[in-house]
């Protein structure tokens, strides 16, 4: 066990601009596992997440909405399906939860910016260049990419105001160095890019002030300017722990850790981040690890294309640990992936039903259907199988191959402990290097040897003799619970609801859940009660969940549509006289009926008043039956020209009032009242 050891990670705190889509949750699942995951290990675990709430971003949004900016907010953080509620949801295990709004953030946020003004590297100046609102960054023309915002490509304003500003390049030599000759950033790939394209050109004074809006945190010595928003923001990771602030007392302790962002954001991590911690004299991050992005069609996901993927719907559906185990899973943590629907379904089928369910499955069915839930005594750890789990364990390693065609249950029993035996160390090598997914598909190689072991040991064709066979069979089915025991631990930072249930199930004490244990084959104790219990994984029907997604998808689409759309009205004029040549007379409905082969049409035999029926066809069929139209007054234009519909002529057209509701198209036809004669002019 290492004790003492300490770990502080955090998430980028995310913008409530809007409600948070799957790309923030893998991001927080992400971070989540790894606290988790040293949670484990036995160390002391400190994992920060939280919201960015000023900028002025925020305040365009709340006026909109037509709230106060702080309304707008709490209504997404701490609201119904909000932040909080989504975290909780997932299960994440943040121990704190900073809202840069909140009191102790926001003096921390003034002391730290006066201190960085006393040490000279803020002064007072003024202020050109390009800016992008919805990024809240300031770009130099050069940065420009086809003119407009190189991270989200939409345009940029100019922008001229009295600012303050940050001494960035005087600690260009320094970042450059923290860059190119440790590893604090990663995946090393970005190192080159943040080299290449930020330091490489030369790195500007950063301008940290604005007055053009008064949403964020005043600078306290000249109070019209607000704190730039990413100073306000990269400073949390510090305010979180007590920093300028006696909310906390902590700092020390935590004081340097561990940021996982996103890699649009990279350059404010890897750069603003350290000089300001510079500036500060204050310990820079022990690593920055930018993660890569979920894309959708290969493009990226936002609430302004209208093509975000919903958690909470997907985690409803499926399972909050299928969804946090499909994202760790999928996606290489440092580069991007496409998520799809498909491929979150295919992988709960494939590794969670087919490969961890129906080991576990198997197994504890097994156990029960042969030993009544419990393996006799003499059923665990052989001799030999211990000395070679421990020296699969010291790094050695061992030949375990049979000649072609053989059959040596041993040599099954020797490769199946050697490989769970190995497997604790491979996937500490990953998780510490940021590979949840190399980690997870370690694991997956072990369950998928061990479902082969079933095969290769025919547990059932054992069964048959039990007099000859039991002790083998017994044997066969403790490793069986061993192996699903080691994979159980090292899967509980990924699923840890799942896997409670799993050792529950097999019946581990705490003591062979540990990460100790994990890497100690045996630690089950013989004697355990397996109890077959529910199926943690069930097997998902691809076609009728996606027919659901997409239902669900549509109608929550729909709830974001403008409750009623109307038709703009047109700007050309026409004359009075022009108007006059339209005769719109009242007509009753003598008869009504839906045309053959056409789904649109009803044909209307009306009383204009003229004497003789006037036949209208009028493509309403999908909002009125015929039977609901006889006896009703309406409204035609009866000097239309004749025209042939379906091969039925109509004379005129009825009017009726339209609109768009929630996007579905409604249509009223014009009724009038049944005490106007057919026939009466409209005018
Ligand atoms: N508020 C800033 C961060 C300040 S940190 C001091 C911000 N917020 S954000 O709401 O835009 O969240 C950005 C982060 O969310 C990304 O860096 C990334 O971690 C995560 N993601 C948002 N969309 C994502 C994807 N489509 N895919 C993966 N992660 C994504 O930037």
């Not at 510079?278 to 959708?296: A, I, N, R, T, V």
């Not at 709960?348 to 069915?365: E, K, P, Q, Y």
């Not at 379906?646 to 014009?670: D, F, P, Q, R, V």
């Amino acid at each position: 066990m290492e004790e003492n050891k300490r770990f502080y990670v955090t998430t980028p705190i995310y913008y409530p601009s809007d409600k948070l889509h799957i790309g923030h949750t893998y991001c927080t699942v992400a971070t989540d596992t790894i606290a988790r995951y040293h949670r484990l290990k036995g160390e002391e675990v400190l994992f920060l997440t939280g919201t960015d709430e000023h900028g002025q971003k925020i305040e365009n949004k709340a006026k909109e909405a037509g709230v106060t900016p702080q309304e707008f907010v709490d209504n997404i953080v701490e609201g119904p399906r909000g932040v909080r509620d989504l975290w909780k949801l997932m299960n994440i295990s943040n121990d704190r939860f900073i809202r840069t709004t909140d009191d102790y953030h926001v003096k921390a946020i003034q002391r730290i910016f006066k201190k960085m003004y006393d040490n000279g590297d803020i002064y007072k100046g003024s202020y050109k260049g390009k800016y992008c609102t919805p990024c809240e960054s300031f770009w130099t023309e050069s940065q420009l990419k086809d003119g407009c915002c190189p991270d989200c490509g939409r345009p940029v304003t100019d922008a001229e105001e009295e600012a303050y500003f940050f001494r960035l390049s005087k600690y260009a030599d320094r970042v450059r160095d923290l860059l190119e000759n440790t590893d604090f950033l990663e995946p090393r790939s970005r190192v080159n890019e943040m080299v290449r394209n930020f330091i490489d050109p030369g790195l500007e004074d950063l301008c940290v002030s604005r007055t053009s809006f008064t949403w964020g945190i005043p600078v306290d010595f000249d109070p019209k300017h607000v704190v730039y928003v990413w100073v306000d923001a990269l400073s949390n990771y510090i305010t979180a722990l007590g920093y300028e602030n006696d909310k906390y007392d902590d700092y020390k302790k935590w004081w340097p850790g561990v940021n996982i962002v996103g890699k649009e954001i990279v350059r404010f991590h890897s750069i603003i981040w350290p000089a300001m911690l510079m500036s500060l004299g204050e310990p820079l991050p022990k690593k920055c690890f930018g993660h890569g992005w979920l894309l959708l069609d290969g493009g990226k996901m936002s609430k302004s294309k209208g093509n975000v993927v919903d958690p909470y719907l997907l985690a409803e559906m499926f399972g909050v640990d299928a969804l946090r185990f499909f994202l760790m899973r999928t996606f290489p943590f440092g580069s991007d992936g496409n998520f799809s629907n498909e491929l979150l379904i295919q992988t709960i089928n494939v590794d969670l039903a087919n490969d961890l369910g129906n080991l576990l499955s198997r197994t504890t069915a097994m156990v029960g259907k042969y030993f009544g839930g419990q393996l006799p005594a003499g059923s665990g750890i052989t001799a030999d199988e211990s000395q070679l789990a421990s020296l699969i364990r010291m790094g050695s390693t061992v030949e375990l191959t049979a000649p072609e065609g053989e059959v040596d249950p041993v040599l099954y029993d020797a490769q199946l402990v050697s490989a769970a035996s190995a497997l604790r160390n491979i996937y500490e090598n990953e998780m510490e290097h940021f590979a949840p997914h190399k980690a997870l598909e370690e694991i997956f190689k072990v369950i998928q040897r061990a479902n082969k072991y079933i095969d290769e040991n025919a547990p059932w064709a054992l069964a048959k003799d039990m007099d000859a066979n039991g002790d083998r069979l017994a044997h066969v089915l403790y490793n069986l619970l061993e192996t699903t025991r080691v994979c159980g631990i090292l899967l509980t930072p990924f699923m840890p609801e799942s896997m409670a249930k799993l050792f529950s199930q097999i019946g581990a004490p705490a003591e062979a859940q540990t990460w100790d244990s994990a890497d100690l084959w045996g630690s089950l104790p013989e004697n355990v009660t397996v109890t077959k219990g529910e199926n943690l994984f069930p097997r998902v029907d691809m076609e009728s969940a996606l027919t659901e997604l997409e239902a669900a998808a549509a109608e929550a689409k729909k709830a974001t549509l403008p409750a009623i759309e109307l038709e703009p009205q047109l700007e050309e004029k026409v004359d009075f006289d022009t108007f006059c040549k339209s005769d719109f007379r009242v007509v009753k409905v003598k008869a009504c009926e839906a045309v053959k082969k056409s789904d649109k049409l009803l044909r209307f035999t009306l009383d204009d008043g003229t004497g003789t029926d006037r036949q209208i066809l009028s493509g309403i069929h999908k909002f009125y039956e015929p039977e609901q139209l006889v006896g009703k007054n309406l409204v035609a234009i009866v000097n239309l020209p004749p025209r042939k519909m379906m091969g039925h002529e109509s004379n005129g057209m009825l009017l009726s009032a339209i609109h768009t509701e929630k996007g579905e198209e409604k249509l009223h036809l014009m009724m009038v009242d049944d005490s106007i004669p057919a026939g009466a002019k409209l005018c």
